[in-house]
T-cell receptor
Framework: GQQLNQSPQSMFIQEGEDVSMNCTSS?????WLWYKQDPGEGPVLLIA?????ELTSNGRLTAQFGITRKDSFLNISASIPSDVGIYFC????????????FGAGTRLFVKA | SQTIHQWPATLVQPVGSPLSLECTVEGTSNPNLYWYRQAAGRGLQLLFY??????ISSEVPQNLSASRPQDRQFILSSKKLLLSDSGFYLC???????????FGSGTRLTVV
């Protein structure tokens, strides 16, 4: 079945550093979504991408829809302690109805 | 504005006991509704989704069931819990999948 490979699995960084994470697949997707889950809470949608090559920002977060439509990237600039959490990518493909496939998540730890 | 309510927040249940988790959505009609489970430190596993009253699709065979007795109410149930049912259960709704999901705050279930 369709799978998303999200990496890295976890990251330990210093406050102020930039962060990069990505999701890749062998399948083409029509939509990429990025979520953040704070500890003990449900995930919250950060950024939605609908077009190959699209680059979208949300504050210090920037995400890109890969040109091949098989990958997506999320960058966080100048990390702060509240960036701690799990970041999930999700790919959607229209197969007679959109099905959402989630990546396994990137767990981010930020040291002040 | 739309809101999603999920309860209880925490639940400790003995093996073999029944389960009922409830989720309601306000401020929208005919939402797509979803139940996900997240094992500790793991990704999101889709359990059930519903596109309308009485319409339930199961993604993973298990001893859980779901029902949608009203348009904006989604219930997750079990007749007899197993230890492996422990996890973080998340309800979510969407108007259309490509716009992403809005998740509830989750129920942490511990089966002892």
């Amino acid at each position: 079945g369709q799978q998303l490979n999200q990496s890295p699995q976890s990251m330990f960084i210093q406050e102020g550093e930039d962060v990069s994470m990505n999701c890749t697949s062998s399948s083409i997707f029509n939509t990429w979504l990025w979520y953040k889950q704070d500890p003990g809470e449900g995930p919250v949608l950060l950024i939605a991408l609908y077009k190959a090559g699209e680059l979208t920002s949300n504050g210090r977060l920037t995400a890109q829809f890969g040109i091949t439509r098989k990958d997506s990237f999320l960058n966080i600039s100048a990390s702060i302690p509240s960036d701690v959490g799990i970041y999930f990518c999700a790919g959607l493909r229209n197969t007679g109805g959109f099905k959402t496939i989630f990546g396994a998540g990137t767990r981010l730890f930020v040291k002040a | 504005s739309q809101t999603i309510h999920q309860w209880p927040a925490t639940l400790v249940q003995p093996v073999g006991s029944p389960l009922s988790l409830e989720c309601t959505v306000e401020g929208t009609s005919n939402p797509n509704l979803y139940w996900y489970r997240q094992a500790a430190g793991r990704g999101l596993q889709l359990l059930f989704y519903s596109v309308g009253i009485g319409q339930i699709s199961s993604e993973v065979p298990q001893n859980l069931s779901a029902s949608r007795p009203q348009d904006r109410q989604f219930i997750l149930s079990s007749k007899k819990l197993l230890l492996s049912d422990s996890g973080f259960y998340l309800c979510a709704w969407s108007e259309t999948a490509v716009r992403g999901y809005t998740f509830g705050s989750g129920t942490r279930l511990t089966v002892v």
